[in-house]
């Protein structure tokens, strides 16, 4: 079974600028997360989805946003970058139990995004 | 909110040792707790995945163990190797007022000698 692919790998981009960024889960997975890491705050939650449905959120401003696709797939979107926004941006697919509850989280190798 | 501290930050040790690292968090109401390490500049790798309801999960070298009553998680992985060196992060997922966020420690740097 092929991971949870992202793309691009790395991209650089200049303040004001916006960006998106794209996920593809595990086969079967419906489930899909976004992370923020930086040096500074560690590991960030900043969404998740199922079923095209964004089931929670994060504290982050509106700039970022995500949607997800009927085949599962996802991006993100961070509208006027700033430079703090410079970080690797990870996404994770995971299967969900009948509760509603996620199983094992898989992730994916990152976007690093660097605003200059 | 959830919080989630991991100790030590850092940690050194030589081959062949045992070792534990520590994950506490403030709210026990949790779904799950996972188990991951970090390569320098790469995504995260999936270690052990605890339900709510267990005590413990077993993997090679590694085992996990779940007191939800006291916020706590440990991994103790066996007889190191220099393979081993990564950061080792713990997340842990929903709570009574995290609906289902996951939230993760800063982790524990470990750097296992030849």
């Known amino acids: 079974k092929a991971g949870v692919t992202q793309t691009p790998r790395y991209l650089i981009k200049t303040r004001g600028q916006q960006v998106t960024l794209s996920c593809s889960p595990i086969?079967?997975?419906?489930?899909v997360s976004w992370y923020q890491q930086t040096p500074g705050q560690g590991l960030q939650f900043l969404f998740e989805?199922?079923?095209?449905?964004?089931?929670n959120k994060g504290n982050f401003p509106g700039r970022f946003s995500g949607r997800q696709f009927s085949n599962s797939r996802s991006e993100m979107n961070v509208s006027t970058l700033e430079l703090g926004d410079s970080a690797l941006y990870l996404c994770?697919?995971?299967?969900?139990?009948?509760?509603?509850?996620?199983?094992?989280?898989?992730f994916g190798p990152g976007t690093r995004l660097t605003v200059t | 909110k959830q919080e989630v501290t991991q100790i030590p930050a850092a940690l050194s040790v030589p081959e062949g040792e045992n070792l534990v690292l520590n994950c506490s968090f403030t709210d026990s109401a949790i779904y799950n707790l996972q188990w991951f390490r970090q390569d320098p500049g790469k995504g995260l790798t999936s270690l052990l995945l605890i339900q709510s309801s267990q005590r413990e999960q077993t993997s090679g070298r590694l085992n996990a163990s779940l007191d939800k009553s006291s916020g706590r998680s440990t991994l103790y992985i066996a007889a190191s190797q220099p393979g081993d060196s990564a950061t080792y992060l713990c997340a842990v997922r929903g709570g009574v007022t995290n609906a289902g966020k996951s939230t993760f420690g800063d982790g524990t740097t470990l750097t296992v000698k030849p």
């Open positions: 994770a697919s995971s299967l969900l139990s009948s509760g509603g509850h996620s199983y094992e989280q898989y």
């Open positions: 086969s079967g997975h419906r489930s």
């Open positions: 989805y199922f079923s095209e449905t964004q089931r």
